[in-house]
């Protein structure tokens, strides 16, 4: 069974702070890896893709994968309240091409 | 990335009746896909519907329930039958990168059902 865990949150950060997002996933056979970014009563958006070890920069965001420790994180810098949202974790195993989801980390930035 | 609209974005049906749901998309696209969420849960894979082929549905999930159609390389349809109170939740559709190349997943905006 593919597993993806996201702790719940909230995360609850100031404004103009690094938020700090975390993700694991169960299969080491996973390649490539995503986070999208979900407004309460909208759908995902993809913002971030990552599929080799190391930092991945775009803008305020950052994704960070380490396959060893099976481990990828998404790190928002200068955080506004407009990032307050639920980021979804999801990976794709090699040979896949449905991703698994984890549950969401409840980001919120106050002012 | 694509651009995919979801009719109806949301309805409210009585319990026993159907709602079919519709996915278009700009670009032709090879796998779409249909998920649910229900309120403060994550994404759950119903099926994947490709061209010219039979849907393949999830564990849990069976074509009876869900009859899905995917008609041409940009659109499709998830129909929920027999509706009962347990079916409210919102339904995505999704797409693959239509350049084919990432693997990448796309949705369109959603839709909201309550079944009452």
């Known amino acids: 069974q593919k597993e993806v865990e996201q702790n719940s949150g909230p995360l609850s950060v100031p404004e103009g702070a690094i938020a700090s997002l975390n993700c694991t996933y169960s299969?080491?056979?996973?390649?490539?890896f995503f986070w999208y970014r979900q407004y309460s009563g909208k759908s995902p958006e993809l913002i971030m893709s990552?599929?080799?070890?190391g930092d991945k920069e775009d803008g305020r965001f950052t994704a960070q994968l380490n396959k060893a420790s099976q481990y990828v994180s998404l790190l928002i810098r200068d955080s506004q309240p407009s990032d307050s949202a639920t980021y979804l974790c999801a990976v794709l195993s090699g040979g896949s091409y449905i991703p698994t989801f984890g549950r969401g980390t409840s980001l919120i930035v106050h002012p | 990335s694509a651009v995919i609209s979801q009719k109806p974005s949301r309805d409210i049906c009585q319990r026993g009746t159907s709602l079919t749901i519709q996915c278009q998309v700009d670009s032709q696209v090879t796998m779409m896909f249909w998920y649910r969420q229900q309120p403060g849960q994550s994404l759950t894979l119903i099926a994947t519907a490709n061209q010219g082929s039979e849907a393949t549905y999830e564990s849990g999930f069976v074509i009876d329930k869900f009859p899905i159609s995917r008609p041409n390389l940009t659109f499709s349809t998830l129909t929920v039958s027999n509706l009962s109170p347990e079916d409210s939740s919102i339904y995505l559709c999704s797409v693959e990168d239509p350049g084919g190349s990432s693997y990448e997943q796309y949705f369109g905006p959603g839709t909201r059902l309550t079944v009452t």
């Open positions: 299969d080491r056979g996973s390649q490539s």
């Open positions: 990552i599929y080799s070890n």
